[in-house]
């Protein structure tokens, strides 16, 4: 045998030697120490998880947990509500819902390939959120006029939004529908 073949040999059993004492690590049985106090002194017992309940007749059926707390359905009881104030919906939360709801619609449009639809729906959020806090509104018209006439003026203005805009939602169905799109 060469000096390679024994250095191979060598380094295979080596590895074989680590990841049998990384198993034997990871899959030994943890056991909690005996001495803690120190030698001489007598081990402590471990402390309970919850407390000690007693099973009686009553709390061993279906409507108690084993640890002896009451399992309820919800609504089968009056929960009291004294002092809870619920958190106001305001316009913002108002408005932010209706975004979402927007986008939701532009999503379907796309997935429907319905270009005049998502042509429709841009121009509504254009009115409606003249912000574009998302930087959407390019990328569904991108996506509108790839579906209507994929040309290599759509996919050059793709790749340009592709290119610029990383933090976008809307990046990969650019691509799907724009630059990975076979010609119509």
Not at 99 to 120: F, K, T, V, Y
Request: contains cysteine; proline residues 9%.
């Amino acid at each position: 045998m060469n000096k390679v073949d024994s250095r191979r040999w060598g380094a295979a059993l080596f590895g074989v030697l680590i990841l049998a004492a990384l198993a034997w690590w990871a899959l030994r049985p943890s056991r909690p120490p005996l001495e803690l106090a120190g030698p001489g002194a007598a081990p402590l017992a471990p402390t309970p998880l919850a407390p000690a309940t007693t099973v009686t007749s009553r709390t061993a059926s279906a409507e108690f947990m084993p640890d002896g707390a009451q399992i309820r359905p919800a609504g089968s009881t009056e929960a009291d509500t004294r002092g809870m104030v619920p958190h106001p919906i305001t316009p913002q939360h108002a408005r932010i819902f209706r975004e979402n709801n927007l986008i939701g619609d532009l999503n379907g449009a796309m997935d429907a390939l319905d270009a005049s639809g998502l042509r429709r729906l841009v121009a509504q959020y254009r009115d409606e959120y003249p912000e574009d806090a998302h930087v959407l509104q390019d990328g569904y018209e991108l996506i509108a006029s790839c579906l209507e006439a994929l040309t290599p003026e759509t996919r050059r203005a793709a790749q340009r939004y592709y290119d610029a805009q990383l933090d976008s939602g809307l990046r990969r169905y650019v691509r799907r529908h724009c630059l990975e799109a076979p010609a119509r």
